[in-house]
């Protein structure tokens, strides 16, 4: 069965740093662009990072652009979510999801906590 299994969420100071990894199961991982979604209270999903299949091209939403990195590992099935210079409206639930090149398949983590708070 498919699985995105999300860790490294938690509470960090403003300022502070935080590293999200979610590890794919179930899937052919190197299939599938991965993303980055989060949700704040009151506010829609928003996209903040995305990657190719390969890792050769990424986006960001303005946001978190020079503050956060995308990557990925195709061996270990795995997408990172590298966050610096982090701020409290950066607190959210993040969120790992999978897309096919087509379009048709589309798979989601379960959501971790990032809070950035003093």
């Known amino acids: 069965q498919v699985q995105l299994v999300e860790s490294g969420g938690g509470l960090v100071q403003p300022a502070g740093s935080l590293r999200l990894s979610c590890a794919a199961s179930g899937f052919t991982f190197s299939d599938y662009a991965m993303n980055w979604y989060r949700q704040a209270p009151g506010k829609e999903r928003e996209l903040v990072a995305a990657?190719?299949?390969?890792?050769?091209?990424?986006n960001y939403a303005d946001s978190v652009k020079g503050r956060f990195t995308i990557s990925r590992d195709n061996a270990k099935n795995t997408v990172y979510l590298q966050m610096n210079s982090l701020k409290p409206e950066d607190t959210a639930v993040y969120y790992c999801?999978?897309?096919?090149?087509?379009?048709?398949?589309?798979?989601w983590g379960q959501g971790t906590q990032v809070t950035v708070s003093s």
């Open positions: 990657i190719t299949t390969a890792g050769r091209s990424t």
């Open positions: 999801n999978a897309r096919g090149s087509d379009g048709r398949v589309e798979y």
